[in-house]
């Protein structure tokens, strides 16, 4: 089983525009590799031979939790389709400035999702804030999975909201929390993420898009972290299933731990 541990997508009738404002936003970097749709998602997968994704959505407004939290309900019981409901498994998003946040992942918790997504440059928090600490022990308290971006990001100045080191804090403030950190723990601060994050009990995604696969230090903390620890993901539609899955599979790994990454990390940690 392959399972990409970071996917976004949109929803159709604002799937293009919201590309070209992300792209716009990037300076014109990246590039998408599909429409993001969940059908553009759902045939990606099936061309990779990718078996699940993780469905990745952000409340960049405290009014979207509510609306997010009906989309992921309605994609896994099948108002999507009987391939979303099958092969997608999404998580909810809460905005950590919410004055109603604990409600919120009360509901999360509530509807059987299994997690959240957070992303401190989209919804303006800092990682390791005594809030966001709040904030997160409560998703550890309802046993969600937390995925959060990490690292720097394309579309914002580089102020280090949520670095590497401040993933240290967070994993130690809350050492129980099910905590993933994206992009190999800081997107485009791999060096950093080699000095605080290797080693530590903490789960990496492999999203490095097309700027880390030949950077010596994310190549380090895939060959060196703990494989139990690492998740196979691409950021879709930021980078292809074959580029993700060729990224772990070039790095020389033993068979056990390169699929323990590509789907069986993920398969225990979202219980399928």
């Known amino acids: 089983m392959i399972i990409d541990a970071h996917t976004h997508t949109f929803p159709e009738h604002i799937a293009k525009r919201a590309l070209q404002k992300l792209v716009e936003n990037a300076g014109h970097t990246l590039a998408p590799v599909s429409d993001g749709t969940v059908a553009g998602l759902l045939h990606a997968m099936r061309t990779a031979q990718v078996d699940r994704a993780v469905l990745c959505p952000i409340a960049t407004r405290p009014e979207h939790a509510a609306d997010i939290l009906a989309e992921a309900c309605a994609i896994r019981d099948g108002a999507r389709g009987d391939d979303a409901a099958r092969h997608l498994i999404p998580l909810a998003s809460v905005h950590p400035a919410d004055p109603k946040w604990a409600k919120h992942l009360q509901a999360v918790a509530d509807a059987d999702i ?159």
Request: proline share 6%.
């Open 114 to 272: 299994r997690g959240v997504k957070i992303h401190p440059y989209y919804q303006a928090f800092v990682l390791d804030a005594p809030d966001t600490l709040a904030f997160l022990k409560r998703c550890c308290d309802l046993n969600l999975i937390v995925l959060c971006h990490c690292g720097y990001d394309i579309g914002f100045p580089r102020d280090p909201v949520c670095g590497p080191e401040r993933v240290t804090h967070v994993i130690h403030e809350i050492p129980s929390l099910r905590f993933i950190a994206a992009h190999l723990g800081g997107w485009m601060d791999w060096e950093a993420s080699v000095n605080h994050l290797l080693g530590e009990s903490v789960f990496l995604d492999t999203s490095v898009l097309r700027h880390g696969a030949e950077d010596p230090n994310a190549l380090r903390i895939l060959r060196e972290h703990d494989p139990a620890k690492l998740l196979f993901a691409t950021d879709a539609p930021w980078a292809s299933h074959e580029d993700g899955i060729r990224f772990i599979r070039a790095a020389g790994l033993p068979a056990t731990a390169e699929a323990a990454i590509l789907g069986d990390n993920a398969r225990r940690l979202f219980a399928l």
